[in-house]
């Protein structure tokens, strides 16, 4: 059994940066891969960015050059820094673990924390 806790998430002006962790519970955090997904109000849970247990990344279109997603076993946490944030960044942002590789399917991923919000102003 794995537990996600997201945490980072608040308001930030457009141009700005955040960064989100995700602290995953469990002895085999080194061996799951990890993902960003964001929903916004009336729409899709959408695939931001993953990353493997080799440190192998992937990102959407969207905030490729943006954002980072990074890990650090040590501390079972992954991170997501976002940076030149834009008005339609805003969402709430989950963290997600998986016993794979990385994939941009929300389906594909067992473990789901509870969302962290991210507001950006224009």
């Known amino acids: 059994q794995v537990q996600v806790v997201e945490s980072g998430g608040g308001l930030v002006q457009a141009g700005g940066s955040l960064r989100l962790s995700c602290a995953a519970s469990?002895?085999?955090?080194?061996?799951?891969?990890m993902g960003w997904f964001r929903q916004a109000p009336g729409k899709e849970r959408e695939f931001v960015a993953a990353?493997?247990?080799?440190?192998?990344?992937v990102y959407t279109n969207s905030v490729k050059d943006r954002f980072t997603i990074s890990r650090e076993s040590a501390k079972n946490t992954a991170y997501l820094q976002m940076n030149s944030l834009r008005p339609e960044d805003a969402a709430v942002y989950y963290c997600?673990?998986?016993?794979?590789?990385?994939?941009?399917?929300?389906?594909?991923?067992?473990?789901w924390g509870q969302g962290t919000q991210v507001t950006v102003s224009s």
């Open positions: 997600a673990a998986r016993d794979g590789g990385t994939s941009s399917d929300y389906g594909d991923y067992k473990y």
């Open positions: 990353i493997s247990w080799r440190g192998a990344t």
């Open positions: 469990g002895r085999t955090f080194s061996a799951y891969a």
